[in-house]
């Protein structure tokens, strides 16, 4: 059984930027609804269940499941991972990675860009879904949104850094405006 990851800082850490009462809703109920969605699945693989929810994304197209539980397994198991490292990521105070900062660098031109890029990979997402900062096959940085709770590792990705742009991550402090919660967001994001 898989459980709700707790959060290295309180709900109202991340205030103003990200609000105590998103917070809350976000991980008890949106996250948990996930996990228990997920949970109910995997119950039925006693064969897979030392396999971390990584491991399961990473490998899902070739799980012995059957279709239905692997499109399971790809939303729930997806929203699941995404939202444990959404909240890693995140933090009141910054934890910079010099090496990804570097990277970044060297791939963008500058961190100015690279936020330009990854900003507008957020912005363009056409209804649910996340931007990602992730490395590809050949540990080059790449930027895209994918829709949904579809993961990098499905397809031999590493994430680095991603951003929840579903409605229920800044409906209630933004209402419609995405790229408001976007650029208050870069605040909050503790690696670079
Ligand atoms: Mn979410």
């Excluded at 009462?21 to 949106?30: D, F, N, P, R, Y």
């Excluded at 930027?143 to 929840?164: A, E, F, R, W």
């Excluded at 409605?167 to 419609?176: D, M, R, T």
Aim: aromatic share 14%; charged share 25%.
């Amino acid at each position: 059984m898989f459980t709700l990851p707790k959060l290295n800082y309180d709900y109202a850490a991340l205030e103003p930027f990200v609000d105590a009462a998103t917070m809350e809703i976000h991980h008890s109920k949106h996250h948990q609804t996930y996990l228990t969605n997920f949970n109910a699945v995997m119950e039925k693989y006693h064969a897979l269940e030392n396999l971390s929810a990584q491991e399961l994304l990473t490998n899902l197209n070739t799980l012995e499941v059957s279709d239905e539980d692997r499109k399971k397994i790809k939303n729930h198991g997806g929203g699941f991972f995404n939202h444990s490292f959404f909240w890693e990521i995140m933090g009141p105070k910054k934890e910079v990675n010099d090496k990804l900062v570097a990277d970044i660098i060297t791939e963008f031109t500058s961190i100015e860009k690279f936020k330009e890029l990854f900003t507008q990979a957020a912005i363009s997402q056409f209804g649910s879904g996340w931007a990602w900062l992730v490395y590809d096959e050949n540990d080059k940085l790449k930027i895209y949104s994918l829709p949904n709770q579809d993961s990098p590792l499905t397809v031999g990705h590493k994430p680095m850094i991603c951003l929840d742009v579903w409605e229920h991550a800044y409906y209630l402090k933004y209402q419609n405006r995405r790229a408001d919660y976007i650029n208050n967001w870069w605040n909050v994001l503790k690696l670079i």
